[in-house]
């Protein structure tokens, strides 16, 4: 039997907007019961079928890179980011600079590649040159619904700047990511867009395939986000 093949989505947003919490939940289907701060990064590995029904059907499998939102290791955490085949950027929807500052980590993102760099200038990017130039898929979360002021998707901004969907959720509710919920049509629909892209630019992304001893599931340290 061939190996399955792999791709890797790196999840970014500020120190404590509940990365870790949509990791766990969208790897495992459950919440999870205690988290603690991300140190370094931690991987969750998710199996996804690959157009589900039609002759392309494929299994892939699918990691969440969490990468720990900590200015201290700003520079540190560059290695997590080759091969970056989709992108979630993750903020608290009770906390609207973790928001504002999913710019920050998009520019983080895009800086890791001297290539793409063109297309910043200094703390601002323009959205339509990133995506032209990148082609990076992306879906924004919004965590802690419960905690929202306001509960309407159409206050935030970010996603429809960078024309990526967004889903927004309590990461204690299983319900939230239930199979057939707009939710996770939205985030398998999501996997398939990083799967075709990867597949496309096979050619760039070389680590398309990534070895399962390279890395332990969880390394550096417990974690949360």
Request: charged content about 25%; overall charge neutral.
């Amino acid at each position: 039997m061939s190996a399955i093949e792999r791709v890797r989505i790196v999840v970014l947003g500020d120190s404590g907007v509940g990365k870790t919490s949509f990791v766990h939940l969208a790897a495992h289907n459950k919440p999870l019961k205690s988290p603690s701060w991300t140190v370094g990064c931690s991987v969750e590995v998710k199996l996804h079928e690959f157009k589900e029904g039609t002759k392309e059907q494929k299994t892939f499998f699918v990691e969440l890179w969490d990468v720990g939102g900590s200015n201290n290791h700003r520079n540190a955490r560059q290695v997590f980011y080759n091969p970056c085949h989709g992108l979630i950027l993750v903020h608290d929807l009770s906390n609207i600079k973790s928001e504002e500052n999913l710019n920050k980590w998009l520019q983080e993102v895009l800086y890791r590649d001297v290539a793409l760099t063109s297309v910043c200038s200094n703390d601002e990017y323009d959205s339509e040159s990133f995506l032209g130039a990148s082609q990076i898929p992306i879906l924004v979360i919004g965590t802690k619904l419960d905690q929202a002021d306001d509960k309407k998707p159409n206050r935030r901004k970010f996603a429809n700047e960078v024309g990526a969907d967004e889903i927004i959720l309590d990461c204690r509710g299983v319900r939230y990511l239930a199979a057939a919920t707009t939710n996770a049509v939205k985030l398998s629909r999501f996997y398939d867009r990083v799967i075709e892209q990867s597949i496309k630019y096979s050619s760039t992304y070389s680590g398309n395939s990534i070895s399962s001893s390279i890395l332990p599931s969880k390394f550096y340290s417990p974690h949360q986000d």
